[in-house]
Nanobody, 125 residues
Framework: QVPLVESGGGLVQAGGSLRLSCAST?????VAWFRQAPGKERQFVAA???????YYADSMKDRITISRDNAKNTAYLEMRSLNSDDTAVYYC??????????????????????WGQGTQVTVSS
């Protein structure tokens, strides 16, 4: 597996939008985004099956969209209406399968075997 590489992070004003990219995602695997804010545990943001069904964290589902382009081996996370609570390092991860048997598995870190180095998102108020 080629290392996952996130990009697209940066500094954005509150209320703004960003699109994160994750390169080298395997087309036949679940891909997910997690984030970790300073002093907090890493938390699930969104996941997408190999064939495209998305899963979202309830706290963010109205403001984010996960997608993938398997022809480009790239996954995306679009985030809107950003606020200071969204400041975090965002990580891309890939799992060992194209889908999981139970929905809760998509939100667990232990469901993923490949991780990127993360991209920093900072939202200024």
């Amino acid at each position: 597996q080629v290392p996952l590489v996130e990009s697209g992070g940066g500094l954005v004003q509150a209320g703004g939008s960003l699109r994160l990219s994750c390169a080298s995602t395997p087309g036949d695997r679940v891909v997910a985004w997690f984030r970790q804010a300073p002093g907090k545990e890493r938390q699930f943001v969104a996941a997408i099956r190999g064939r495209g069904r998305p899963y979202y964290a309830d706290s963010m589902k109205d403001r984010i969209t996960i997608s993938r382009d398997n022809a480009k081996n790239t996954a995306y996370l679009e985030m809107r209406s950003l606020n200071s609570d969204d400041t975090a390092v965002y990580y891309c991860a890939a799992g060992p399968a194209a889908s999981y048997g139970e929905d809760y598995l998509y939100g667990l870190e232990s469901s993923y075997v490949y991780w990127g180095q993360g991209t920093q998102v900072t939202v200024s108020s």
